[in-house]
């Protein structure tokens, strides 16, 4: 008998089996709009044409070669990361409070962060919003917390943020518990706290003491501002205090396979820079050794180079555009369909993903009448709309809104 004999299947990803259902479905108008990855109005992916021509240049560069990188990662990326992150007038940048780690994307800071924070941070609570990325539950399970707990943030009358609710339990968590935080473009809801939303979350985050550690895998994708988009983590720099964040080039550069990333953490005093970067040097051998090279060149080459960083600003703002026209186009055929419900909530949330408020009946509706792919909590991907699409969806939606409760 085999040694794995007791072994149990693993329930397939959620998001991955739902992207294998629409591939092996042979109906000609089947929609997907669950992957979060970026689709061009012929529902294509799309290599942003910055990443085209610097591809083109390292091709022909006889100095580019495929040697292992430092075990922190590529220096030149890390410190124009870190600028694109904070801003180069930042305090912690000029005082040297800042240090990161080159990771295999945003998940890989996610891990990275919290395997450090577990072993060398004295508090095991974590807080989470409620929802949040699905992967976060099950990353903060993998490294061993126990004490892991929730605080409201999406108000389902609304559809929007339940600024009440969040604050209400931050207030009550215990002090120095860490708090993980999207800094835009909330996933799954795409429900951001305004500025002033943000200073009275902070506020509290300093009152209690608490450890933020921020995902930020959507910089620049969500407002097409890279400066707005970061805006909530600058401010928890300036009201002091030390932070973590994990920050994702997968969605901003269209690099979701090259798995371009860091673990970015600002610390109280400089002298602790060296030991902490030294310790997660320490884990990051143990994880995946040397971290990967051809994404975090293209990065490092658009955020260096002027013209090619302003050629990156405007492919992103194009993707931006296109995803808040898609939502614009579906709010307007929705009302003029007399679509129960109000709908506003779909021009009102940001980024990639809009969280409809549709049940889970209606979204099995939805995927087994109708060909039409989303997760079962109501998220679809926006960018999966197109002028081809868009009729079929809406009216889709509107049958199971109407027939389904």
């Known amino acids: ?65 495929h040697e292992y990188l430092p075990i922190l990662g590529l220096r030149a990326f890390r410190d124009a990361a870190t600028r694109l992150l904070f801003g180069a007038d930042s305090p912690a940048i000029t005082k040297n409070r800042v240090c990161s780690v080159q990771t295999v994307s945003g998940t890989g800071a996610l891990r990275l962060g919290f395997d450090f924070l577990f072993s060398k941070y004295h508090v095991k609570t974590v807080y989470i919003s409620s929802p949040t990325w699905g992967n976060h539950t099950a990353i903060l399970k993998q490294v061993g917390y126990k004490d892991v707990r929730q605080y409201a943030y999406y108000k389902e009358d609304t559809r929007g943020l339940d600024i009440e609710g969040m604050l209400r339990g931050l207030e009550a968590s215990p002090d120095g518990a860490i708090v993980l935080l ?60 030390e932070l973590f964040v994990a920050q994702s080039f997968s969605k901003n550069f269209g690099l979701y396979n090259e798995r371009v990333g860091q673990l970015c953490l600002v610390l109280s005093s400089v002298s602790c820079v060296a030991p902490v970067l030294s310790q997660l040097e320490v884990l990051s051998r143990r994880m995946w050794s040397n971290p990967p090279n051809h994404g975090v060149r293209i990065v490092t080459i658009a955020l260096n180079n002027p013209s090619l960083y302003q050629d990156w600003l405007d492919n992103l ?89």
């Open 182 to 241: 999207h800094a835009c473009a909330h996933n799954p809801t795409g429900v951001d706290p305004t500025k002033d939303e943000w200073r009275r979350i902070l506020a509290v985050v300093k009152e209690k003491k608490l450890f933020p550690f921020f995902d930020c895998a959507y910089q620049g994708f969500a407002s097409g501002d890279v400066d707005e988009d970061a805006w909530c983590v600058r401010q928890c720099v300036k009201e002091g205090g």
């Open 1 to 65: 008998m085999s040694s794995f004999a007791h072994v149990e299947v693993s329930p397939p990803d959620a998001l991955f089996n739902l992207s294998a259902l629409y591939k092996q479905d042979p109906y000609p108008d089947k929609v997907d709009l669950g992957i979060g990855a970026y689709r061009t109005e012929e529902g294509q992916p799309w290599v942003l044409p910055v990443v085209r021509t610097i591809e083109a240049q390292m091709a022909s560069d006889p100095m580019l070669d």
């Open 317 to 405: 703002g194009c993707m931006v555009e296109r995803i808040k026209t898609m939502r614009m186009e579906l709010y307007k055929l929705l009302k003029a369909k007399g679509t129960p419900g109000s709908w506003e909530h779909i021009v009102k949330q940001i980024g990639m993903f809009t969280f409809t408020g549709l049940t889970r009946a209606q979204c099995e509706y939805l995927q087994t009448k109708c060909h039409i792919y989303l997760l079962d909590n109501g998220r679809i991907s926006m960018s999966g709309l197109n002028h081809k699409n868009l009729e079929y969806v809406a009216q889709s939606m509107y049958n199971a809104i109407t027939t389904v409760t």
